[in-house]
């Protein structure tokens, strides 16, 4: 049963990582150009974003984060 | 104009805009959102803190009189120390400086009619008396009695006051990061026209050294502090070793704050001094950029150099190194000032009013605590005095000759400004003369008591000791006479001292172009600014103040009602 | 003053739309600085973590098992899914679609909802089913319930401000070009996204 749980949660976390980084990115992409300081905020929440993505995604296909299971 | 603007003309301040005066004594002078009142209300507030904490200063030194103390407890000598140290440095020097001469002088300066955000202005003031007496009421419930650095374990055990000691100081770290922000976005945003950076008055580059410490420094002694206060309180392990926290963490997140902390002490001050040498020398500062840049300088290294209070806490060898040197570097900038005021000084007409004694007081004062903090920061000396009463010595000088005298000289220069009279000059020279002789008398012997192995926080001492211990707390008494000579005359000239006028000393600042009091929206018209204050004999590099000093109706700026 | 000017055109030209933008350019750089030492905040309790993680006894001391990398990565995408909403949430309000506006805030309120919820679930999981609390833990307890929590916290607070910030929008409160609250918001919520970042890979990853 917990074994199911995990894939369903690492397939999640894959899928909707591929998303948002795309999203991210592509938002990052677009505004690229944008003057004004709140924009440059932005545009470095975004990466940071992207980066937050490109994580959860590593973490679900067991590359980040897998460790030998401690008893 | 629609309702959305109106709210905004109530929360917003704009350089340019006037506010509608409010009515009623509440809304004038007690939840005041003009920054003059509420500067003011700083001052008497911390002052009256300040009265409180001397007299714990004097339970000190009478206990010391006696090699076996004999006056209070040593529990309760404890307590008294613990928070002579806390209200000293978050309730007086802190709030003085900062939210007092702070609020009151530098919007004037740059010429704006308020700060960034007047409510969030009321709000810093108001948490701040609410915060000194919660540290004051520590003493119902037994008071924290680990110095004002309340080192874990000790303060771990200490009684339910140091719970409350830690939530006290959290709230005024609230009070100050508030009020850094709203400082920063007000110089940022509101000079008036043709004020460039380089145009301000050192006093406004003081805080705006300052302002960012106060945001980003306060900000970690709060998670200290919160830490602190849940270890306490509901028993999450932070600092006890016993179940795998740390107590050095404490210190690094301690001093991670405190050490810029004595540069938001010391910084404002440098401003106050860099205003009145040139007005009473009635010359140019010299260095102006120089002194401006080396406050930044020293406002950003003082982020680096935290672990030199640390160097008897196990730290690593390599790590002491860089920590050392770091500290050296900050000399150079602080040398930099020091010569640069002297160099002001140098071939001036000196003036030698009650705020120009005390501002050069601070030079001699500080240039001493300067030298023994340049002695502490070297690690194998330090290894030596360190927790004697060569520490205690050196932070006196720097905090007592420092920024004291630097709000002394700041309280007679601008004394005029906030209430329109000036302060007695004779009894500002007893003043001055009690303090600073009772000052050395005080502070100077506990030098050698330092190097000759006295320890701090220490009720009781060896008798070899007694006799520069008894001179310390006879002189003691002279600077506290000194201080009340002060109140009294405080007390005397707002009633009865002598009219002012706008501008009492020739100052060429812009808070010296408009009467004294200022009216409340500061401005009648926002003037444009072609220079520096400080080049005497230059015209006044100033247009547009023409009204200020006649009965001309303000301007009214686009949009106000 | 850039967005301003590029969402809606010109200004009208009278004194109060001038106040306005004034006023706009203050508020931003106070929330910033704000969020400048909300940062120093988490920044000073991460640096306490990894201090006493490093103190010597081994991650995660003895006794407790690591905790739950695939739970939390699925969490996480929840919340930086909000962010991404929450992004598009101000692009269109710029761009004057009000109703897609008002489906972003609403998708990221859900997926903010949705990630304390899944907190909630990994917490309680963590305490009844692992034994694992805040008091009693040691550094282990104390410092992940304290910075997932206050971090948590942050959440609820975004959730709570967003929701009111839908009822506002649903209420006209915002106009053209005076919209300082929903950029307050957007900024505020991509803060606490950006956090949560960082103490996944803290947590979790290292």
């Known amino acids: 049963m917990n074994v199911d749980f995990a894939v369903l949660e690492r397939t999640g976390a894959v899928a909707g990582g591929i998303i948002v980084g795309v999203v991210a990115f592509y938002a990052l992409y677009k505004d690229w150009s944008t003057p004004?300081?709140?924009?440059?905020?932005?545009?470095?929440?975004?990466?940071?974003?992207?980066?937050?993505?490109?994580?959860?995604?590593?973490?679900?296909?067991?590359?980040?984060?897998?460790?030998?299971?401690?008893a | 104009?629609?309702?959305?603007?109106?709210?905004?003309?109530?929360?917003?301040?704009?350089?340019?805009?006037?506010?509608?005066?409010?009515?009623?004594?509440?809304?004038?002078?007690?939840?005041?959102?003009?920054?003059?009142?509420?500067?003011?209300?700083?001052?008497?507030?911390?002052?009256?803190?300040?009265?409180?904490?001397?007299?714990?200063?004097?339970?000190?030194?009478t206990q010391l009189l006696n090699a076996n103390g004999g006056f209070v407890s040593p529990e309760t000598y404890n307590e008294v120390y613990s928070v002579h140290g806390s209200a000293m440095v978050w309730l007086v020097v802190i709030p003085l400086l900062t939210g007092g001469f702070g609020n009151l002088i530098f919007p004037l300066q740059i010429g704006a009619r308020d700060v960034a955000f007047p409510w969030l202005n009321m709000l810093s003031f108001w948490i701040f008396p609410?915060?000194?007496?919660?540290?004051?009421?520590?003493?119902?419930?037994?008071?924290?009695?680990?110095?004002?650095?309340?080192?874990?374990?000790?303060?771990?055990?200490?009684?339910?006051?140091?719970?409350?000691?830690?939530?006290?100081?959290?709230?005024?770290?609230?009070?100050?990061?508030?009020?850094?922000?709203?400082?920063?976005?007000?110089?940022?945003?509101?000079?008036?026209?043709?004020?460039?950076?380089?145009?301000?008055?050192?006093?406004?580059?003081?805080?705006?050294a300052t302002a960012p410490l106060l945001m980003i420094a306060t900000t970690a002694l709060a998670a200290a502090l919160a830490a602190l206060f849940m270890e306490r309180v509901f028993g999450v392990p932070f600092y006890d070793p016993t179940k795998g926290g740390s107590p050095v963490l404490w210190?690094?997140?301690?001093?991670?704050?405190?050490?810029?902390?004595?540069?938001?002490?010391?910084?404002?001050?440098?401003?106050?001094?860099?205003?009145?040498?040139?007005?009473?020398?009635?010359?140019?500062i010299f260095g102006y950029k120089l002194i401006a840049f080396s406050s930044m300088a020293i406002a950003l290294a003082g982020f680096m150099v935290w672990a030199h209070h640390m160097f008897t806490s196990g730290l690593a060898p390599y790590l002491q190194l860089p920590f050392m040197i770091l500290t050296f570097a900050i000399g150079i900038p602080t040398g930099i000032k020091i010569f640069s005021w002297t160099a002001t000084l140098w071939g001036g007409k000196i003036h030698l009013t009650s705020a120009m004694l005390f501002a050069i007081g601070f030079i001699a004062l500080f240039t001493c605590g300067g030298i023994t903090g340049i002695f502490l920061a070297a690690v194998p000396?330090?290894?030596?005095?360190?927790?004697?009463?060569?520490?205690?010595?050196?932070?006196?000088?720097?905090?007592?000759?420092?920024?004291?005298?630097?709000?002394?000289?700041?309280?007679?220069?601008?004394?005029?400004?906030?209430?329109?009279?000036l302060l007695n000059e004779t009894l500002g020279k007893i003043h001055f003369w009690l303090f600073f002789i009772g000052f050395n008398g005080t502070f100077l012997p506990m030098h050698w008591l330092g190097i000759e192995g006295m320890p701090r926080w220490v009720a009781t001492?060896?008798?070899?000791?007694?006799?520069?211990?008894?001179?310390?707390?006879?002189?003691?008494?002279?600077?506290?006479?000194?201080?009340?000579?002060?109140?009294?005359?405080?007390?005397?000239?707002?009633?009865?001292?002598?009219?002012?006028?706008?501008?009492?000393?020739?100052?060429?600042?812009?808070?010296?172009?408009?009467?004294?009091?200022?009216?409340?929206?500061?401005?009648?018209?926002i003037p444009t600014v072609y220079g520096l204050p400080y080049d005497f004999s230059h015209p006044l590099p100033y247009t547009g103040l023409e009204e200020e000093l006649t009965d001309a109706p303000p301007a009214l700026a686009a949009g106000a009602h | 003053?850039?967005?301003?000017?590029?969402?809606?055109?010109?200004?009208?030209?009278?004194?109060?739309?001038?106040?306005?933008?004034?006023?706009?350019?203050?508020?931003?750089?106070?929330?910033?600085?704000?969020?400048?030492?909300?940062?120093?905040?988490?920044?000073s309790f991460i640096f306490a973590y990894l201090y006493l993680r490093n103190s010597g006894q081994g991650w995660p001391p003895p006794g407790i098992k690591r905790l739950d990398v695939a739970f939390a990565a699925w969490n996480s995408v929840l919340l930086f899914g909000s962010g991404a909403t929450m992004h598009y949430a101000l692009e269109n309000w710029k761009h004057g679609n009000f109703m897609k506006y008002m489906w972003m805030?609403?998708?990221?309120?859900?997926?903010?909802?949705?990630?304390?919820?899944?907190?909630?679930?990994?917490?309680?999981?963590?305490?009844?089913?692992?034994?694992?609390?805040?008091?009693?833990?040691?550094?282990?307890?104390?410092?992940?319930?304290?910075?997932?929590?206050?971090?948590?916290?942050?959440?609820?607070?975004?959730?709570?401000?967003?929701?009111?910030l839908l009822l506002q929008s649903a209420a006209g409160v915002y106009t053209g070009q005076k919209y300082f609250g929903i950029t307050a918001g957007t900024l505020y919520w991509h803060f606490v996204d950006v956090i949560w970042v960082v103490l996944f890979s803290i947590f979790y990853l290292i």
């Not at chain 2, 340019?16 to 009142?37: A, C, L, M, N, T």
Request: charged share 10%; with cysteine; aromatic share 16%.
């Open chain 2, 251 to 284: 210190q690094h997140m301690f001093w991670f704050y405190s050490h810029p902390a004595v540069y938001i002490m010391i910084l404002p001050a440098f401003g106050i001094i860099s205003e009145v040498l040139p007005t009473f020398a009635r010359k140019p």
């Open chain 3, 1 to 43: 003053m850039a967005v301003a000017s590029i969402a809606h055109g010109s200004a009208h030209g009278d004194g109060a739309d001038q106040l306005y933008v004034e006023t706009r350019e203050l508020r931003l750089q106070g929330f910033l600085l704000f969020l400048v030492s909300d940062c120093v905040l988490f920044s």
């Open chain 1, 36 to 70: 004004g300081v709140e924009n440059h905020v932005f545009k470095l929440m975004l990466l940071l974003l992207g980066f937050g993505a490109i994580l959860a995604i590593l973490a679900g296909i067991n590359v980040l984060g897998n460790f030998p299971k401690v």
């Open chain 2, 130 to 208: 609410v915060a000194g007496l919660m540290l004051f009421s520590s003493f119902l419930m037994g008071a924290p009695t680990a110095g004002w650095t309340e080192y874990p374990p000790v303060s771990l055990q200490g009684s339910a006051g140091t719970s409350m000691w830690a939530a006290a100081i959290f709230l005024v770290g609230v009070s100050s990061t508030l009020t850094g922000i709203n400082f920063v976005v007000t110089l940022v945003k509101m000079r008036a026209p043709g004020m460039t950076f380089t145009r301000m008055p050192l006093f406004c580059w003081g805080q705006f």
């Open chain 2, 461 to 525: 001492y060896d008798p070899q000791f007694e006799f520069w211990n008894r001179f310390a707390s006879v002189s003691s008494y002279v600077m506290g006479i000194g201080i009340l000579v002060f109140f009294v005359n405080v007390l005397w000239s707002i009633r009865a001292g002598k009219k002012s006028g706008p501008n009492p000393w020739n100052g060429r600042t812009l808070e010296w172009m408009i009467p004294s009091p200022p009216h409340y929206y500061n401005f009648k018209n």
């Open chain 2, 381 to 421: 000396y330090d290894l030596d005095v360190h927790g004697t009463y060569f520490v205690v010595a050196h932070f006196h000088y720097v905090l007592v000759g420092g920024s004291l005298m630097g709000v002394f000289a700041g309280m007679y220069y601008w004394f005029p400004k906030m209430s329109g009279r």
């Open chain 2, 1 to 61: 104009m629609s309702i959305e603007s109106a709210q905004m003309t109530h929360a917003g301040g704009i350089a340019g805009h006037i506010h509608p005066e409010p009515q009623g004594f509440v809304r004038r002078y007690v939840f005041s959102i003009d920054h003059k009142i509420i500067g003011i209300q700083y001052i008497i507030t911390a002052f009256v803190f300040f009265m409180l904490s001397g007299l714990l200063a004097e339970t000190i030194r």
């Open chain 3, 105 to 164: 805030l609403i998708f990221t309120i859900i997926l903010g909802a949705g990630f304390l919820g899944g907190q909630a679930y990994e917490y309680t999981h963590l305490i009844v089913a692992e034994h694992v609390s805040w008091w009693g833990s040691g550094i282990f307890g104390a410092s992940f319930f304290t910075l997932t929590g206050m971090h948590g916290f942050h959440v609820f607070v975004g959730v709570c401000y967003l929701t009111v």
